[in-house]
T-cell receptor, first 116, second 114 residues
Framework: AQKVTQAQTEISVVEKEDVTLDCVYE???????LFWYKQPPSGELVFLIR??????QNEISGRYSWNFQKSTSSFNFTITASQVVDSAVYFC?????????????FGKGNQVVVIP | DAGVIQSPRHEVTEMGQEVTLRCKPI?????LFWYRQTMMRGLELLIY????????DSGMPEDRFSAKMPNASFSTLKIQPSEPRDSAVYFC????????????FGQGTRLTVV
């Protein structure tokens, strides 16, 4: 069974500080996908990134960066120079490709509060 | 593209009443998902469809819940009869294909059963 763990429930940072969100996953599949979603106070779920299990290259998009390490089953997310608009709940998710079903298993989320 | 469209955005109903939530997926997407979000349980997958066919409904909590997808552009989630513990935000999402598994979510329906 697929499982995603996000240990930190709420993280508060002062604006311009960096914040890293940890995500640890469990799967028996050799082919899988990892995702991060953002849920701002308005409530919608916004897709941020997808990573394939066979591609461990880290990725940077503006102030966002992701570190994928299969050896530790982790897919961590860093926001650099945080801004108030980054205040949201961030979810890590896993999809196992073997069954071709695209279903996502979500972690419990990290509530990020950026203090101005 | 307009994205995934859900209606209504908010629903308040009395216990015992029937509730129907509606979803229009992104055109061309093969998969459609219904998720429920609560503080206690987080985001749970209720059911998903592939090419309009229900594939896995093991997340549907009880027989009071049912979902249909009569065509590629429309799905419903029905609760009959509704109970206060059904109060939650219900999300519909769609994804393109197996090779593109990222799901795009609607804005959700906030259901309150009193």
């Amino acid at each position: 069974a697929q499982k995603v763990t996000q240990a930190q429930t709420e993280i508060s940072v002062v604006e311009k500080e960096d914040v890293t969100l940890d995500c640890v996953y469990e799967t028996r599949d050799t082919t899988y996908y990892l995702f991060w979603y953002k849920q701002p106070p308005s409530g919608e779920l916004v897709f941020l990134i997808r990573r394939n299990s066979f591609d461990e290259q880290n990725e940077i998009s503006g102030r966002y960066s992701w570190n994928f390490q299969k050896s530790t089953s982790s897919f961590n997310f860093t926001i650099t120079a945080s801004q108030v608009v980054d205040s949201a709940v961030y979810f890590c998710a896993l999809s196992e490709a073997s069954y071709g079903n695209n279903r996502l298993a979500f972690g419990k989320g990290n509530q990020v509060v950026v203090i101005p | 593209d307009a994205g995934v469209i859900q209606s209504p955005r908010h629903e308040v109903t009395e216990m015992g009443q029937e509730v129907t939530l509606r979803c229009k997926p992104i055109s061309g997407h093969d998969y459609l998902f219904w998720y429920r979000q609560t503080m206690m349980r987080g985001l749970e997958l209720l059911i998903y469809f592939n090419n309009n066919v229900p594939i896995d409904d093991s997340g549907m909590p009880e027989d009071r819940f049912s979902a249909k997808m009569p065509n590629a552009s429309f799905s419903t989630l029905k609760i009959q009869p509704s109970e206060p513990r059904d109060s939650a935000v219900y999300f519909c999402a769609s994804s393109l294909a197996t090779a593109f598994p990222e799901a795009f979510f609607g804005q959700g329906t906030r259901l309150t059963v009193v």
